[in-house]
């Protein structure tokens, strides 16, 4: 048992929020494959894809509520199969920080920084995050629950705006599923991927107020994440096009960009960057988090604090050099790439492994406990 | 006593050991030695016990600091360090197959005088010469005093020449770069660009800001042009059955002959000044290069056709009586296509109801109440709306543009009809039967009903 905890609320709004900056930072409904004008119903069948995982991933969390994935896969694949299996995940919290702050730094390198060293976007980035992790789950929570309504109120004024010029709406999102199921099922998968954010209720669930709740909680935030991707898919096709949005690196940015809706309201992409950055924020934060305490109870530390600045810095490393460029990092999205790496690697193995220890298990013991 | 510091005293003393918890845990403690032991050290609260200097809380707060003030540093621009550009534009000269970028730069100095004082011009017009037309923009750096910003181009000008050779590659570089805005308005010249940009303007002391006003005014009040931003254009270039279309500025022609334009721009004030362009009409473009000109009727055709434009005022002969006028204003166009099928060869038929208010009106007959005479009216209106539509149609025709965006409408019904067509699309778009209904509809006579009569 943890004595640090974060409310049910907290958890959703941290999870939206994480999901959410995804979405607003390169849109892989649209970018990932061909799906054009309808990127809408990828967005749609990405919540199914997704939903599943998260039943795999939550619903194994929920049936060991004291218990983060370091102390239950020990118990259900032995110690060397289960460290082996939570050394995997814990790593995917690191390439997920880490690829997440590059992306944020190279938005805000291309876009508004040209001559800042993207080392020092990333650093202060991290330098923030750390404190934040060295500050505890529960500060992360509080921060989330300051943050959330400002994004919420930027993200909605984002797609709100350009409702106003577009001058025929839903005629731009034909035709409507033209060309088959191909492309949108292949736009669904990098979004459904992405979930993976989500790894992290595997060493949250037990520091929540109900940690048997956390698998609803984890359906709600993504629900209505969901609900924000569909909707910034429509009004992104809408506004700038379908062939633009595909070919463009920051879909959701190109569109605020080209928002005027009067002779005074235009230039308020600062407020997709600062959306961005909170959910950059948080999401690192909790990633930083959930690295150094499940490594802290993997290696038999204590406190896992003392690991936060080893890996901070690891983090950094890895950000600026995982990926040699723009491309390379595009390249990581494909469907290609990211379904190897992460459908297999991060999903099928461990959680496949993880399932079937846990039904070997209930079957011979008939029970979840130890004995 | 403190001893001095050295390096040596701040590296973090580690030792492993066993943890209250039955694992290993990691001990760390940060700190330097004093004569008498240890420094006063601040604790963290966690279970490791490791203890942390003053000095290294104050040297992490500096750099907190520092993250927070320093980030703008590398990218910091003065705003009496930068030029900003108002307006931008490209002519291409053929036979040295460069690119010519024009840029109108604000002069804040001018802007800020005193009322009287004030001159006629606050701006300074700049061009320079690239392969490319980044390159050409960069070769302005050269040339101007400030370091260039783009930032606050509100208009994107094309020359004929420039327009005719194609725009793709100038559209791609105002997307692909940072600084130049997707939401300035591109709008397409005939006559002498530099001409244009250098005039001056009777109400306003930029040639950039003075455009702008009268292209938002035209389209407002008589919807003859096509205002457009560019992020719209990338848009309509991309889609597949829909070519381009921008609006269209003329040089007038006593500013395209030097000599009346020394006359007119060297006057005493603004009432010696002529107007130096006519804002109407549009471009037509096929794939990125520009194949014909729609004039102002054909303009309004088009945006009657597509629903859209804001008043259109039209003048007709009075049914009754040939030699007398009448002029109405159109204030609402709803229109709707319908796509039919005859043999998987396509038909499209554009329906349209517009409303509209008698302006002027020199007849005799009465107004008072509906009447046949004033069905009459509205059938004329209906025929002139008609006729605009088909006069602009015919047009794309001519040069084979689908401007209207048929083929488009097309692909959005009829995907797998569109798939079938476009590869001959080009053969079937001159032929192709397009019909046009019209429905207009008098809202009101204007504050009066009949017309005055001699007493």
């Known amino acids: 048992m943890t004595a640090e905890k974060i409310s049910n609320r907290q958890l959703l709004f941290i999870l939206i929020m994480i999901r959410t900056t995804i979405i607003i930072s390169f849109m892989p409904v649209i970018t990932s494959h061909d799906a054009l004008q309808d990127a809408w119903a990828a967005a749609i069948i990405s919540f199914f894809g997704a939903a599943f995982l998260v039943i795999i991933i939550a619903g194994l969390s929920i049936r060991f509520p004291d218990k983060t994935l370091i102390q239950y896969s020990e118990m259900l694949l032995g110690k060397w199969v289960g460290r082996g299996i939570c050394l995997i995940i814990l790593a995917a919290f690191l390439f997920m920080a880490a690829t997440d702050v590059r992306l944020y730094g190279e938005m805000l390198v291309g876009g508004f920084l040209p001559d800042t060293p993207m080392i020092f976007i990333i650093s202060a980035m991290t330098l923030v995050v750390l404190l934040a992790a060295y500050a505890g789950i529960e500060t992360i929570g509080r921060a989330a629950d300051l943050l959330f309504p400002v994004f919420i109120l930027m993200i909605g004024a984002s797609l709100l705006f350009p409702l106003s010029g577009i001058e025929d709406f839903l005629g731009n999102l034909e035709p409507v599923l033209a060309r088959g199921a191909k492309p949108v099922l292949g736009a669904a998968l990098i979004p459904t991927l992405v979930i993976s954010q989500y790894l992290a209720l595997t060493i949250l669930t037990p520091s929540t107020t109900e940690p048997r709740k956390t698998l609803l909680t984890a359906l709600q935030a993504l629900g209505y994440s969901s609900v924000i991707l569909t909707v910034s898919a429509i009004i992104v096709v809408s506004t700038v096009g379908a062939h633009r949005a595909a070919r463009s690196v920051f879909p959701f940015l190109l569109m605020v960009r080209s928002i005027q809706v009067t002779e005074f309201i235009e230039r308020i992409e600062v407020m997709v960057v600062f959306a961005w950055g909170f959910g950059q924020f948080l999401g690192m934060a909790l990633y930083l988090y959930c690295g150094a305490r499940g490594l802290s109870q993997v290696i038999g530390i204590a406190d896992y604090r003392v690991l936060l600045g080893p890996m901070a810095v690891i983090m950094i490393f890895f950000s600026i050099n995982a990926y040699r460029n723009i491309f390379q990092l595009r390249d990581f999205f494909t469907p290609e790439t990211a379904g190897t790496f992460i459908g297999i690697g991060w999903f099928l193995i461990p959680f496949t492994l993880l399932w079937l220890g846990y039904l070997y298990r209930r079957l011979k013991y008939g029970t979840n406990n130890e004995h | ?455």
């Open chain 2, 1 to 455: 006593m403190v001893r001095t510091m050295s390096t040596k005293d701040y590296l973090p003393v580690i030792r492993w050991g066993d943890s209250s918890e039955g694992g290993v845990s990691l001990h760390l403690r940060w700190g330097h030695f004093s004569e008498k032991g240890v420094s006063p050290h601040i604790r963290w609260g966690h279970s490791s016990g490791g203890v942390v200097s003053p000095h290294l809380i104050i040297g992490i707060f500096l750099v907190a600091i520092s993250v927070l003030l320093l980030p703008g540093c590398w990218d910091r621009k003065d705003p009496e360090t930068i030029a900003i550009v108002l307006a931008t534009a490209f002519d291409y000269d053929e036979e040295r197959n460069m690119y010519q970028v024009f840029a109108e730069i604000a002069v804040p100095r001018l802007m800020e005088a005193e009322e009287g004082d004030r001159p006629e011009r606050a701006s300074w017009v700049v061009s320079a010469e690239g392969f490319t037309p980044y390159k050409a923009m960069s070769n302005l750096t050269v040339k101007v005093p400030r370091e260039m910003f783009w930032g606050h181009s509100r208009i994107l000008l094309f020359s004929e020449k420039m327009a005719r050779r194609g725009i793709g590659d100038i559209i791609d570089a105002m997307g692909r770069t940072r600084q130049p805005r997707l939401i300035t308005r591109p709008v397409a010249v005939k006559g002498d660009l530099q001409k244009l940009m250098s005039a001056e303007l009777a109400l306003e002391n930029t040639f950039a800001i003075g455009m702008e006003r009268i292209i938002i005014t035209v389209k407002q009040d008589k919807s003859v042009f096509k205002d457009i931003l560019l992020i719209d254009l990338i848009r309509k270039l991309e889609e597949p059955g829909q070519e381009m279309v921008i609006g269209k500025i003329t040089l007038s022609p006593e500013h395209s002959n030097d000599n009346n334009r020394e006359s007119s721009t060297a006057g005493q004030g603004a009432e010696d000044v002529s107007p130096v362009a006519n804002v109407g009409g549009c471009a037509l473009f096929r794939g990125d290069r520009l194949v014909g000109w729609y004039d102002e009727n054909q303009s309004e055709g088009w945006l009657l056709a597509r629903g859209m434009g804001n008043r259109f005022v039209f003048t007709t002969t009075d049914p009754e009586d040939e030699d007398k006028y009448f002029t109405v204003e159109v204030f609402r166009v709803i229109s709707d296509w319908k796509l039919t099928t005859d043999n998987r060869e396509p038909r499209i038929k554009i329906q349209i109801q517009a409303e509209g208010t008698l302006k002027d009106y020199a007849g005799h007959e009465s107004l008072e109440e509906e009447s046949e005479y004033v069905r009459s009216l509205s059938d004329r209106c209906a025929q002139v709306i008609r006729n605009r539509i088909k006069d602009a149609l015919v047009k794309s025709q001519e040069v084979n543009a689908d401007a209207l965006g048929l083929g488009n409408f097309i692909y959005r019904k009829d995907y797998k009809l569109w798939k079938e067509l476009e590869p001959r699309w080009d053969e079937i778009f001159p032929e192709l039967e397009v019909d046009v209904e019209v429905i207009f509809i008098f809202e009101r006579s204007g504050l009066i009903t009949d017309p005055a009569r001699p007493g």
